[in-house]
T-cell receptor, first 113, second 115 residues
């Protein structure tokens, strides 16, 4: 079935360690996104990519890094520079840019202790 | 600046009641798109509807209906005869043209439908 797969669903890391969240899609979508969700908050954009080998910072990119080497993959690295990394992370993709809906993965809940 | 406001943080209703979720948006762009998403307890966001700024027709899909009014910058969502399975967090989102090609989300409204 087509869709977006995020792994793992739950992730625990010690403070000071970098961690990479996986996002894979088989929808043949050009655009991919990473959002962060905190309790009682909406989704905030971390990074987005409109096309392979290109990505742009979103509203809260500090402490995060991404790569887009393949169309179907958009991994997110949470670095030790991210001051408050514990959150729910959602990956999404869309076939178009402004005017089409985004499809979301099931999310990764990251807990840093 | 672009912004989406969902003033209702939480709503609780009894099954079969009708419920309306409010969404107010701000943008200076004349071309924009509005969305509603549902987030069930499992976590993924499920797309419900998309509306562009030039189409103010209301839309009905089963028990769901949406009222888009540019005059008040609102895009409200009504569930008729609510069911327990409607319990979720609902997000309204705005997408505009230009370099900021991303979804700007409201903070969401948590809907609890009790049997």
């Amino acid at each position: 079935d087509g869709g977006i797969t995020q792994s793992p669903k739950y992730l625990f890391r010690k403070e000071g360690q970098n961690v990479t969240l996986s996002c894979e899609q088989n929808l043949n979508h050009d655009a991919m996104y990473w959002y962060r969700q905190d309790p009682g908050q909406g989704l905030r954009l971390i990074y987005y990519s409109q096309i392979v080998n290109d990505f742009q910072k979103g509203d809260i990119a500090e402490g995060y890094s991404v790569s887009r080497e393949k169309k179907e993959s958009f991994p997110l690295t949470v670095t030790s520079a991210q001051k408050n990394p514990t959150a729910f992370y959602l990956c999404a993709s869309s076939i178009g840019w402004i005017d089409t809906e985004a499809f979301f993965g099931q999310g990764t809940r990251l807990t840093v202790v | 600046a672009q912004k989406v406001t969902q003033a209702q943080t939480e709503i609780s209703v009894v099954e079969k009641e009708d419920v309306t979720l409010d969404c107010v948006y701000e943008t200076r762009d004349t071309t924009y798109y509005l969305f509603w998403y549902k987030q069930p307890p499992s976590g993924e966001l499920v797309f419900l509807i998309r509306r562009n700024s030039f189409d103010e027709q209301n839309e009905i899909s089963g028990r769901y209906s949406w009222n888009f009014q540019k005059s008040t910058s609102s895009f409200n969502f009504t569930i008729t005869a609510s069911q327990v399975v409607d319990s979720a967090v609902y997000f309204c989102a705005l997408s505009v043209g230009g370099s900021q090609g991303n979804l700007i989300f409201g903070k969401g409204t948590k809907l609890s439908v009790k049997p």
